[in-house]
């Protein structure tokens, strides 16, 4: 396979992340080796596994809508063809992680940019950047949904604005993005289950945020939610849990940001593990495994 073309590394307040060219490419479809598309269908046939009764419906139901299988990586027009009717997203090909004002400007446009290319075997558990399979699986089903689809939007546009806001606002703004759409639970009619893409895309994840007594459960917030840190490198600490897309689309897309931020400002932040007296507590974690490694 072609290389992914990467342009440098950026220091950020989570170490280096690479930073790729920003254009968007052509899935190069042809160009999969029969490796890669086994690596694809490992990866999906051992989350289909799991997945039921631990995703959320939404996620399962779109996933089959969508046609998305083991048979083969995806093609990236075949799923936008459905994305298209459902929801007027597509998937745009991009080279990796992008720096945060173009990511933001695909969403608000109802692009959802894609890694096109897909780990290597050896990665098979765990990779530190997304790729296609964390970006389609994780991502994509979900954008099929009507609510979901205009709460990314709207991410991608307050995003835009708060890139104009400088530093703090934009840190508050990713941990929203962290707590929620990478890694955030819902209670659904079943019980709690996973809609975050950093979760359904993991299989040790998808089992430990549900069945670990370690991490915190707790009912989402958003000025708490944008305090939080968090770890990129590790299961999270604490999960934030939304009653439905409805009342995240509320709690977000209606407020306007500006004075939030501004209240926020200077505001110390939480370590990931905390649990405050003003939390709505649905577990507390017992914090084995990660209560004495320090902190985030
Ligand atoms: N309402 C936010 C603002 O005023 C935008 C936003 C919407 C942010 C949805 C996140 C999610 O900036
Ligand atoms: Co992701």
């Known amino acids: 396979m072609t290389t992914?073309?990467?342009?440098?590394?950026?220091?950020?307040?989570?170490?280096?992340v690479p930073v790729y060219t920003t254009a968007v490419v052509e899935q190069p479809w042809a160009d999969y080796t029969p490796v890669?598309?086994?690596?694809w269908a490992r990866l999906f046939r051992r989350q289909a596994e799991i997945l039921p009764g631990?995703?959320?419906?939404?996620?399962?139901?779109?996933?089959?809508?969508m046609g998305m299988d083991a048979q083969r990586i995806p093609r990236f027009d075949d799923l936008d063809a459905h994305l298209k009717r459902a929801t007027g997203w597509r998937l745009v090909g991009v080279e990796g992680l992008l720096p945060e004002l173009d990511f933001f400007q695909h969403l608000a446009a109802r692009e959802f940019p894609v890694t096109w290319w897909i780990r290597r075997p050896e990665q098979f558990d765990y990779i530190s950047e997304p790729d296609l399979f964390h970006d389609l699986f994780g991502h994509v089903p979900l954008l099929m949904d009507p609510v979901f689809a205009d709460y990314m939007q709207a991410y991608g546009a307050g995003g835009v604005r708060a890139a104009t806001f400088g530093g703090e606002p934009l840190t508050n703004l990713t941990?929203?993005?962290?707590y929620t759409v990478e890694f955030g639970l819902i209670r659904?009619?079943?019980?709690?289950?996973?809609?975050?893409?950093g979760i359904v895309s993991s299989k040790g994840e998808s089992l430990y945020c549900l069945d670990s007594p370690a991490p915190n459960r707790i009912g989402f917030d958003l000025a708490r939610v944008m305090r939080t840190r968090y770890r990129i490198?590790?299961?999270?600490?604490?999960?934030?849990?939304?009653?439905?897309?409805?009342q995240l689309f509320d709690a977000t897309v209606k407020p306007d940001f500006g004075p939030i931020?501004?209240?926020?400002?200077?505001?110390?932040?939480?370590?990931?593990?905390?649990?405050?007296?003003?939390?709505?507590?649905l577990q507390r974690g017992s914090g084995e495994g990660w209560l004495a490694d320090g902190d985030v």
């Open 4 to 16: 992914p073309r990467r342009v440098e590394s950026q220091l950020t307040d989570k170490g280096y």
């Open 36 to 39: 890669e598309h086994d690596t």
């Open 54 to 65: 631990r995703a959320c419906q939404a996620f399962l139901d779109n996933m089959a809508a």
């Open 175 to 178: 941990r929203l993005y962290w």
């Open 188 to 197: 659904d009619a079943g019980g709690l289950r996973i809609y975050g893409s």
């Open 233 to 246: 490198d590790t299961y999270q600490k604490t999960y934030f849990v939304i009653d439905s897309f409805q």
């Open 261 to 281: 931020y501004y209240g926020l400002k200077g505001a110390e932040s939480i370590p990931a593990g905390d649990v405050l007296d003003t939390d709505r507590v």
